[in-house]
């Protein structure tokens, strides 16, 4: 299965743009980029996905490289609410197992200062 | 309801105790996964069900846990004779499908389970 890189740990100030790097330089061309994001003592939330294309949608931005060897999921401005642990993962829809399970890593500890 | 419901929110059992976990999917949604959270780690995957049938259950550590979804609707997860390093918090997600159309699942807040 194709493995993501994520920084252990990131700070920003609030109210300031994030940038939240992922390497996946094995990744497969039926590979889909997914981002999860899990709050203290909640369950993980499903934040963007994308597959070739940079990808916005209202929690997000995705950008993708152009060899998708590695991707940036961008928050336009970082909340207290934001804080968080944040979890790319890849989901490659032509495997079996791979189209429905989601493989975790450790993630990105993201903290926001006020 | 508008989520994943699950219950109990925590549990402590005594070393050899049975525990039952249940989790509400959100209504309609066809697949059901359940996932154990260690401190500190990553969720990691233990079941899929696709309305009542188990299609995957690699992830299961032991012969001690057990999932069912007999109606298509509820799950409940079941471990029995439990060891302290079934300690964990333990994560149900829904989707209205999976594959390439299914796009983000939708988590509970999860059970936090403690043994001692």
């Known amino acids: 299965d194709a493995k993501t890189t994520q920084p252990n740990s990131m700070e920003s100030n609030e109210e300031e743009p994030v940038h939240l790097p992922c390497n996946h330089s094995?990744?497969?061309?039926?590979?889909?980029i997914h981002w999860y994001r899990q709050l203290p003592s909640q369950g993980p939330e499903y934040v963007i996905h994308?597959?070739?294309s940079n990808v916005n949608n209202r929690m997000a931005s995705l950008a993708i490289a152009e060899d998708r060897k590695s991707s940036t999921l961008i928050l336009h401005r970082a909340t207290l609410r934001d804080a968080a642990v944040y979890y790319c993962?890849?989901?490659?829809?032509?495997?079996?197992?791979?189209?429905?399970?989601?493989?975790f890593g450790k993630g990105t500890k993201l903290s926001v200062i006020p | 309801g508008a989520g994943v419901s699950q219950s109990p929110r925590y549990k402590v059992a005594k070393r050899g105790q049975d525990v039952a976990l249940r989790c509400d999917p959100i209504?309609?949604?066809?697949?059901l996964f359940w996932y154990q959270q260690a401190l500190g780690q990553g969720p990691e995957f233990l079941t899929y069900?696709?309305?009542?049938?188990?299609?995957?259950k690699s992830g299961l550590p032991s012969d001690r846990f057990f999932a069912e979804r007999p109606e298509g609707s509820v799950s409940t997860l079941k471990i029995q004779r439990t060891q302290q390093e079934d300690s964990a918090v333990y994560l149900c997600?829904?989707?209205?499908?999976?594959?390439?159309?299914?796009?983000?699942?939708?988590f509970g807040s999860g059970t936090r389970l403690t043994v001692v």
């Open positions: 997600a829904s989707s209205p499908r999976t594959g390439r159309y299914s796009y983000g699942y939708t």
């Open positions: 094995t990744i497969s061309g039926t590979d889909y």
């Open positions: 994308g597959l070739t």
């Open positions: 993962i890849l989901r490659d829809v032509a495997s079996g197992a791979g189209s429905y399970q989601l493989t």
């Open positions: 209504s309609g949604h066809v697949s």
């Open positions: 069900f696709q309305n009542e049938a188990q299609l995957d």
